[in-house]
T-cell receptor, first 112, second 109 residues
Framework: IAGITQAPTSQILAAGRRMTLRCTQD?????MYWYRQDLGLGLRLIHYSNTAGTTGKGEVPDGYSVSRANTDDFPLTLASAVPSQTSVYFC???????????FGPGTRLTVL | GQNIDQPTEMTATEGAIVQINCTYQTSGFNGLFWYQQHAGEAPTFLSY????GLEEKGRFSSFLSRSKGYSYLLLKELQMKDSASYLCAVRDGDYKLSFGAGTTVTVRA
């Protein structure tokens, strides 16, 4: 693994289903982030974690949850997917909260 | 929330110069970032300004005026591979990044 990986690359999901997007980084970065990107709206922060064991809410947290059990992994869970959660999801990390962020390749999620 | 504005689209000719402006209003300020994003790919870091003035990095330069809430990204000697979306992002007082909607630059031969 080099940098940040996300899985799956893309997914089509029925409304009401539960889904977990995975994110793993091997740079030993302390801070990790989840964004969604929608046409015309840019990147919006969903949740973040400044260090393992802590998480915080971003601009659009409703309908999403995260956990940070260790430094490397930061999964994003949609408990009951809705069509408005159709988006491209990017995971990012930075060495610390003040650092520049590096982005994963993204997950394209479609909720029908 | 934060308010970050940048033009939606710009077009320029190969070899030319393009300046992408970004204005912002945020609660607190801890730096401004520019990212490049090619279609279907992840954003990649271009530049970072925390103090007023110009930061130059090869063909790309970024300027910041904190008193005016203004930044620009200058792309010189444009190449076809520079066709991409350019994202302005501001780190606020809580150290979270807020992004503008992005400026799509099209470079024509």
């Amino acid at each position: 693994i080099a940098g940040i990986t996300q899985a799956p690359t893309s997914q089509i999901l029925a409304a009401g289903r539960r889904m977990t997007l995975r994110c793993t980084q091997d740079m030993r970065h302390n801070a990790m982030y989840w964004y969604r990107q929608d046409l015309g709206l840019g990147l919006r922060l969903i949740h973040y974690s400044n260090t393992a064991g802590t998480t915080g809410k971003g601009e659009v947290p409703d309908g999403y949850s995260v956990s940070r059990a260790n430094t490397d992994d930061f999964p994003l869970t949609l408990a009951s997917a809705v069509p408005s959660q159709t988006s491209v999801y990017f995971c990012a990390s930075s060495e610390r909260a003040l650092g520049g962020q590096f982005f994963g390749p993204g997950t394209r999620l479609t909720v029908l | 929330g934060q308010n970050i504005d940048q033009p939606t689209e710009m077009t320029a000719t190969e070899g030319a110069i393009v300046q992408i402006n970004c204005t912002y209003q945020t609660s607190g300020f801890n730096g401004l970032f520019w990212y490049q994003q090619h279609a279907g790919e992840a954003p990649t870091f271009l530049s970072y300004n925390v103090l007023d003035g110009l930061e130059e990095k090869g063909r790309f330069s970024s300027f910041l005026s904190r008193s005016k809430g203004y930044s620009y990204l200058l792309l010189k000697e444009l190449q076809m591979k520079d066709s991409a979306s350019y994202l302005c992002a501001v780190r606020d007082g809580d150290y979270k990044l807020s992004f503008g909607a992005g400026t799509t630059v099209t470079v024509r031969a």
